[in-house]
């Protein structure tokens, strides 16, 4: 027989069909439209599962143009993108190499590479010439994952940024890099520096900060919508992280 006295099952938070946040936390009827002018492209690993904090699906709805794709590999850049596209060089893609804008001692926000993770000369003409963006979202080893992953990304130019300041999570979301932001957040900065439109950046980044207040707001109610914290596999000595 059951037990009466059991608890019931917490109803489960209905989510939004669009940013796929708990309900409680979606502000997608506030996003204002952005026409721009560079196509952008955004890869999610498969297991990026922070749907409280994570940006890829607010950022792609800024942009009617824009591509949101989850998964591991595609064989070529026409193939993630779903269109044929002539040249990849003419697509920047955000680097996770060791190359730190600091140490390269350059100025500006975002920074064209070659191949030795050095400065590219001619950086306006490298930078000008581009016609799109890939983003790489998740964790720092899920992004590198699909770096390796997908080796037409080499036939793209490569930039760092150079941000001016520290990424707006603050204490709610570890960075592992002090260069480190979200991914609306890099968005922001490479879309705006690269259409010279820091109305770009502005837009995004206010998005990002109604993000998190509502996210503050709502925690202290509902502290279950809060990020689940990696859980350590005794029988593997790995850690892993539960599905939010």
């Known amino acids: 027989m059951s037990n009466p006295t059991a608890a019931a099952p917490a109803d489960p938070i209905p989510e939004c069909p669009h940013c796929q946040k708990p309900m409680p936390l979606c502000i997608c009827d506030s996003v204002t439209p952005i026409k721009n002018r560079l196509s952008l492209l955004i890869l999610q690993h498969p297991q990026e599962q922070d749907r409280a904090l994570g940006t890829a699906r607010l950022l792609a709805k800024h942009f009617a143009g824009a591509t949101l794709r989850v998964g591991l590999s595609w064989p070529s850049l026409s193939k993630a993108l779903g269109q044929p596209i002539e040249n990849a060089s003419h697509w920047a893609v955000l680097y996770l190499g060791s190359a730190h804008a600091t140490d390269l001692e350059a100025e500006g926000e975002i920074l064209a590479l070659n191949r030795k993770s050095e400065v590219a000369d001619n950086q306006r003409a490298r930078l000008g010439k581009l016609e799109g ?29 150079n941000p001016t300041t520290p990424s707006r999570y603050g204490r709610l979301r ?25 109305d770009i950046a502005e837009t995004l980044n206010a998005s990002f900060e109604r993000m998190l207040t509502r996210y503050r707001e709502v925690q202290t109610e509902m502290p279950e919508l809060a990020p689940k914290p990696p859980v350590k596999d005794r029988r593997r000595g790995v850690r892993r992280v539960k599905r939010a």
């Open 133 to 161: 963006v890939v983003l790489l979202d998740g964790t720092w080893s899920q992004a590198k994952a699909l770096w390796w992953r997908n080796p037409w990304m080499l036939k793209c130019q490569r930039v760092i940024l």
């Open 174 to 198: 570890k960075e592992p890099r002090k260069d480190g932001l979200s991914t609306i957040e890099a968005a922001a900065t490479i879309l705006s520096a690269l259409e010279k439109r820091p």
